[in-house]
């Protein structure tokens, strides 16, 4: 047989472009195939986790390195994903191993961890090494190897590479590489009768009398695994461990006198981190009302011709029974459903909702699950050909969930489309999630349903342009009224003295109104924590971050003020240090206050609080959900999170507390934001069996944004908008990139940024603005200057992103950027 070399393109989760080919030993020629993880070495010293992207006979021009090891049996990527992949590295100009690392689950990246060793010629001295060095060179000796995260254990020393280095200086230790996988199975024990016993019926018998006579506890564990097992003339079925245990309340020293005696047999099996759920509901149990039938009538004919529509339904009109309706003929037709939504609080009450129709067929993917979860839920997504248990044809997920390998997708559901949380700011890549989905779709042949109450200006823009299908839900679902706005003005009630702590009269009646019908309120407000800042009533000192130009937000939970940007949090000082002063004052206000104030106005209300303070664990969304559905909770204050689609059918009342600081915000997108999270926050009132009230608290009760929500008027809002962005240059008529500039030093900043921007201009001219320090222009010591680039529609962004990367390759190569990161942002929201 002919000895053939193969060399192997592999794509390393580095943020270096392109791939790197290796050599594939002859050995392994017949094991490695695109998709699989391979073990390569990169530089001296690192080794990683790569991706072989394709296997070729053509040599490199350099001598490459070997491959050292293939790590999977059969592809865990597919070739559809790498086009995916290639195809954000290309638009969100990042690199490839940036999307592959975060892609792929941490369970599935195996990464190269330094473990130290004695160094051959060393001798043990005592008198020679001090403390710490004599610990490690003790723990060497009795087990050949240690980690550095073990070395930091073992001397309690948080910074341990100085000590490390000092003894490879004196010639103690050497450095080792390791790699270690980070997935590990959940093994569960499970229990069989000896297949010997089922095969004669007399030493069965035998096995019954001699523990009816000597342990009785014993026969209750024999005849429980029996009756579980409910088979005994066939092969043996195992039934686990805790199944066992439970089911007559027995404990381990009994299973294992029964394991001694021969008579039950124990063993190890792979066993599933994730729950399961039957389905309780037919799907043809839903009745669509004439204009839910209608609107799905008119997607099917929308889908015939165009392959994204836009599905723009009120709070309430009835969008998931469509998309369920939907999901059923996709799956049907044997593909894949992916259903996105913006927050992970969402997706506790829709999966819910899903699963009384589809049962184990629908599976979640998010952040709060942990790395094993995250591999389980990759490789059922992966398997759908293979005997897998319950593989997922339906995936519900926020924006990571894109990335799962996907076989065959049907149908892409981008639930709230419009919302910002669909798009990646840190770390990169930047990419927009509804953006990318579309494309996504279309590497798989399968249509796009974008559905919100409140379009973002960009899809509305592509509907009425006829490139996306458009289709409307006027009316909500059981002819329920959509809900009465009302205005509470601040300022007219603080002349009167009518405001009660940061609650206008106006709302509190109606806040009382409904506890009293033993209705539910829901408070919005866009701001954690306790007190937005504080300040001297003498000097007006306020404190602020030592890391960042923003002042640090009071959280009295922690009694600690915090930096909401890199985390910095000190105690609150006893007077001012400014000028002595001991009265401090509290200023603004967050959710953590508007909880205790109304704890002090309704002591006998039961109060909860729903923001990124209070839902960091896995499961608090759920609970904190699950009781206000369940009218636990009598009020509920919220940030964002809270106006996201939620369907609760006991709130009579809402109130947006400070709709000013949503209006105000300076950028070109806060009245678009601000429309959509106030009707958004007020379709969360009045569901099912009575119009809901909506109080917006405002110092303007005039603006053309509020008046816009009380009139439920979408069209003028979106007609005021497009407006201004044809005016000024702004999406949906150019694209934006946007290039950040950081660095320590303001001095070193300025004038690199000033250099920057003369050679953008040079080439693009006035589409160019800026440099301009961003309203926080330090963030974690790191000064920030922003340049923005506008390009036309009618100009090829891929020529120009080309020209970019060219004059920014340039700019790198001169001494005086040295030290400065420039961050791209394509598509900035």
Not at 88 to 106: F, K
Not at 390 to 402: D, E, H, M, T, V
Not at 595 to 618: F, G, Q, V
Request: proline share 4%.
């Amino acid at each position: 047989m002919e000895r053939i070399t193969l060399f192997a393109d592999v794509l390393l989760p580095l943020p270096i472009p392109g791939y790197f080919t290796y050599r594939v030993p002859f050995e392994l020629n017949e094991e490695v195939a695109s998709g699989q993880r391979v073990v390569v070495q990169f530089g001296r010293r690192k080794i990683y986790t790569a991706l072989v992207r394709n296997v070729h006979q053509q040599p490199p021009k350099h001598t490459p390195k070997y491959i050292l090891s293939v790590l999977d049996d059969e592809p865990i990527v597919k070739t559809i994903q790498f086009k995916f992949w290639e195809w954000i590295a290309s638009y969100y100009l990042s690199t490839i191993g940036e999307v592959m690392n975060a892609a792929l689950p941490q369970g599935l990246k195996l990464v190269s961890e330094s473990g130290v060793v004695l160094h051959p010629e060393f001798t043990v001295n005592q008198e020679v090494l001090t403390e710490n060095e004599y610990l490690i060179t003790e723990a060497l000796i009795n087990r050949k190897k240690i980690t550095i995260t073990e070395v930091s254990k073992i001397t309690g020393l948080q910074k341990t590479i100085p000590l490390i280095k000092t003894m490879m200086d004196k010639k103690i230790l050497l450095i080792e590489e390791e790699l270690s996988s980070k997935y590990k199975p959940k093994l569960e024990t499970f229990i069989g009768l000896n297949p010997e016993l089922l095969d004669d019926e007399l030493k069965l018998r035998e096995a019954f009398e001699s523990l009816n006579k000597r342990a009785f506890k014993q026969l209750q564990v024999l005849m429980s695994l029996v009756n579980l097992t409910q088979n005994m003339a066939s092969k043996s079925v195992d039934v686990s461990l805790s199944t066992l245990l439970k089911s007559v309340d027995a404990t381990h020293a009994q299973v294992e006198a029964l394991v001694k005696k021969g008579i039950i047999i124990k063993s190890q099996k792979v066993s599933s981190r994730l729950s399961f759920t039957d389905a309780s509901k037919e799907i043809s149990s839903i009745e669509l009302n004439k204009h839910q039938a209608d609107a799905l009538h008119q997607l099917k004919e929308s889908f015939i011709e165009k392959k994204v529509a836009l599905l723009h339904g009120v709070t309430s009109s009835g969008k998931t029974e469509i998309y369920i309706k939907l999901i059923e003929e996709t799956i049907e037709k044997g593909k894949q459903v992916l259903y996105l939504l913006p927050e992970i609080a969402l997706t506790t009450q829709i999966i819910n909702r899903l699963q009384k129709y589809f049962g184990d067929k629908i599976g979640v993917y998010h952040s709060k699950y942990n790395k094993n979860e995250k591999v389980e839920i990759w490789n059922k997504v992966l398997n759908q050909n293979a005997e897998t248990e319950n593989p997922y044809q339906i995936i519900l997920g926020p924006r990571s969930a894109l990335f799962l390998p996907y076989e065959n997708i049907g149908l892409i559901i981008v639930d709230e489309e419009h919302d910002n949380s669909y798009k990646q700011f840190d770390p990169v890549p930047r990419y927009n999630a509804r953006d990318s989905a579309i494309y996504l779709a279309g590497l798989h042949g399968a249509k796009t349903l974008l559905g919100t109450a409140t379009p973002s200006i960009e899809s509305y823009y592509n509907a009425t342009q006829l490139k996306y299908g458009f289709i409307e839900l006027k009316e909500r679902y059981g002819n329920v009224q959509l809900p009465e706005i009302l205005v509470a003005d601040i300022k007219q009630e603080s002349k009167r003295k009518s405001m009660q702590s940061h609650f206008s009269s106006f709302l509190l009646n109606h806040v009382e109104e409904a506890l009293g019908n033993q209705e539910q309120v829901i408070l919005f407000q866009n701001r954690r924590g306790f007190s937005l800042r504080l300040e001297c009533d003498t000097c007006n000192w306020i404190p602020e971050c030592v890391n960042c130009d923003v002042t640090l937000t009071y959280h009295k939970s922690s009694d600690h003020l915090r930096c909401h940007y890199c985390g910095y949090s000190t105690a609150i000082p006893d007077k001012c240090p400014s000028c002595n002063n001991p009265k401090i004052l509290m200023k603004g206000f967050g959710t953590e206050k508007i909880e205790e104030e109304l704890t002090r106005i309704y002591p006998t209300s039961r109060i909860a609080r729903m923001d990124l303070d209070t839902t960091r664990s896995k499961n608090a969304y759920q609970q904190i959900i699950y009781d206000f559905e369940n009218r636990k909770i009598d009020i509920l204050v919220g940030t964002q999170m809270v106006t996201k689609g939620l369907d609760f059918d006991n709130v009579s009342v809402v109130g947006i507390l400070n709709a000013d600081n949503l209006i105000s915000f300076p950028d070109f997108r806060s009245p678009e934001r601000s429309y959509q999270l106030m009707a958004q926050v007020s379709g969360r009132a009045g569901r099912k069996n009575k119009r809901g009230k909506v109080i917006i608290q405002t110092y303007n009760p005039y603006h053309t944004i509020i008046r816009n929500v009380i009139d439920n008027d979408y069209m003028k809002t979106y007609k005021e908008i497009i407006l201004d962005r044809i005016n000024f240059n702004y999406p949906p008529f150019h694209r934006l990139i946007e290039i950040r500039l950081k660095h320590k030093d303001y001095r070193v900043l300025n004038p690199v940024t000033d250099e920057l921007a003369q050679l953008l201009k040079a080439r693009f001219g006035s589409r160019v603005l800026g440099p301009e320090y961003p309203i926080v222009s330090r963030i974690k010591n790191l000064y920030i200057k922003n340049i923005l680039l506008k390009i036309e529609r009618d100009v090829s962004l891929k020529n120009a992103k080309k020209e970019l990367i060219t004059i920014l390759d340039q700019f790198k190569k001169p001494t005086l950027s040295k030290g400065v990161y420039i961050i791209i942002d394509v598509d900035p929201q």
